[in-house]
Structure formats: structure tokens, C-alpha cells
């Protein structure tokens, strides 16, 4: 089969396309055959060798495809069956192991292709929105790149919950874009003072709740859109990672929480992982979660479509095709 491999740390050169066999499925294990690949920024992290990973690596956690032969031990699932996951071991592949535990039958009508795009990012902002901070009807969001792949998901599970959402973006094309996901407003960080703009939008009030996924640029000036006792969500360093912190800055500006969650643990248990993938995939399929799925390159590819993740070039979710 036809694979990625990362043999040593580096630009998105040292992803390359190999040849492997096909693996086995162990006990608890499921063979998948992988229809769709989604990218996420977390791979680039291991790509660069900012998060640790044993060499060789093939990368990559999510896909959606077809159930191809159990491993010993499993049940609930079929050769055959139309099923997603955000915990494959390594997804850049025609094949892949999933262990079954964190398998989720796709529901008809959703695509791989959809699947594939909704799981790990739709999942991520279902948890942001519902756990870790559960926004209620008329509080405030501020959500950083608003465009992203998250972003998006982010601002219109915020809409349906009824909260308003104030976005940071670069362009004015991903303005637009994040306006049609439902921001009240959106404010270019690249020119404007988000934090000014923030203060001005909310009648000096602060926001409740602020999604940071920038982390580096953004981290202090996040801080400084919170109202007394609001949360920062910090769940990503898209542009580096925030340096350490003196947390008696939480008391002098309002009391302030920090988080730093990450998606495993927002999907620990079955129920928690099929309450998510049910809801996400469910509003997927009644068409009233919209994916932006512009970004689509062979597996042979991956060095771009990180190339492009990387330069900010990208809107919603990018996709590898075996
Ligand atoms: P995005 O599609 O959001 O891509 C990253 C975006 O970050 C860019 O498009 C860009 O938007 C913005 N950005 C700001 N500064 C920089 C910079 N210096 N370099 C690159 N990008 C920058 O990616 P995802 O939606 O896949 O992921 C968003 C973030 O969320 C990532 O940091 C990822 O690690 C994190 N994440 C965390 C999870 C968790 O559970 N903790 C789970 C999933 C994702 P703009 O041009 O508008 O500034």
C-alpha cells in the first residue's frame, strides 16, 4: 500500500510517499481502508519535531473510510461498514489500524470526504463550546482565526447556541467567509488592534469566553478581551507556543480563568465520543453544519498541503485522497 513516511524532523520535504504492506489488525483493532484523510495542524507539530514522536513515523489520526477485516475481540462493526475516526495510527495510508474503541459508524449520506472533515475539528469545537466553556444563549465569544478550520466550526456552533461571535482573521477574504459562518463581527488582526476592537464592540464590558487557537501573537492580548472571571480557552499555537506564564497576572486583570485543553480528553469515554461524532456528523448530514472542503491534494501531495497549512494560505479543512 501506498504510505506516508516521516524518517527525520523537518520542512514538508521529509514527507515522503513509500511503499508498505498492508498491516494486520491486532486484538481490539480494526483494519480500515482509508477514503479520506484529514490534515490537522497537530501533524505539523510532529513534523517539525515540536511535539516527540519515534522515527519512522507515517502521520496523521484522521480518516473516514470502509471497515476492511477485524482484529480479535472486536464487535459492533462489520466488513463493509462507513466509519470515521480521529484516533487512527497514522492515517496518511491506503491502510490503517484503528483501535475499535475509538471507531464511529458514519451515518448515510455523509461522505468520507465529510467525514473526514467534520471529525477532528468539528469534535474540537463541539467541546469548546459545550464543555469547556458551555456558552449559553447571549454571552460573548472572541474566536481566533476565525477562519480556519476550527474556526469555522467554532463560530457556527457558537451562532446556533445563540451566543454572539466576534472572530479575528488576516485577509478580508477570510473575512467574508467567517461572516458567512455567522460573526457578528470581524476584526482583521493583521491591521487592527483586536484588543481595542474588542473593548469597543463590547461597550468595555469584555467578552466571556475567548478560543484561542494563535496562541504566541495572541495569548496576552486574549487575556485583555476577558470581562472579570471569563475563561481563556487556549487550545492551540498555530503561531508558536506561549511562553511562560506568571498566573498572579490572572488576579490583577479580573480573576481570570486559563485552560489548556486538548481533545483526548474530551473523548475518553464511548459515550462522550459518540455523544460528539452523533451531534457533529448528524448536523453534517440535516446540512445545517457547512464544511469548507477547498483544499484537497493527492496523498502523494502531503508535503503541500502542509506547505499551505503552514503559510496561512488555507480556509476550513484540507484533505488528503489515497
Ligand atoms: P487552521 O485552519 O485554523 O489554520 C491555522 C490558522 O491560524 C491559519 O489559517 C491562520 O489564520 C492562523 N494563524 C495565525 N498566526 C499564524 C501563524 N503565525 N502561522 C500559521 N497560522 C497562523 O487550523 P486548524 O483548524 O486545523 O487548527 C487550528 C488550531 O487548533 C491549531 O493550532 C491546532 O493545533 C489547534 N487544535 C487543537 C485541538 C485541541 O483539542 N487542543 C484540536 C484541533 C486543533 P489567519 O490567516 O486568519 O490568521
New binding site residues.
Partial sequence: MKSIQIHQTGGPEVLQLVELPIPSPGPGQVLIRVEAVGV???EI?FRKGQYKATMPLTPGSEAAGTVEELGPGVTGFAPGDAVASVGVLGSYAEYALVPAAQLVKVPSGVSPEQAAAAM??GM?AH?LAYSTFPLKAGETALV????????LLLTQIATRIGARVIT????EE?AALSREAGAADVIL??QQDFVAEVKRLTGNKGVDVVYD???K?TFDGSLNCLRPRGLLAL??????AVPPFDLIQLSGKGSLFVTR????H?IATREELDWRAKEILGWVADGSLKLRMEHDYPLSDAGQAHAA????Q???KILLEP
Fill in positions: 490537522n495542524f497537530i507539530y477532528l475539528q474540537t467541546y481566533h482565526a476565525g477562519a480556519g478550520g476550527v474556526g479575528t482573521v488576516s485577509t477570510k488582526y493583521t487557537s494563535v496562541g501573537t487550545f492551540g499555537g498555530s503561531s508558536g485543553p486538548t481533545l483526548w474530551y497549512m503552514e503559510s496561512r488555507t480556509t476550513g
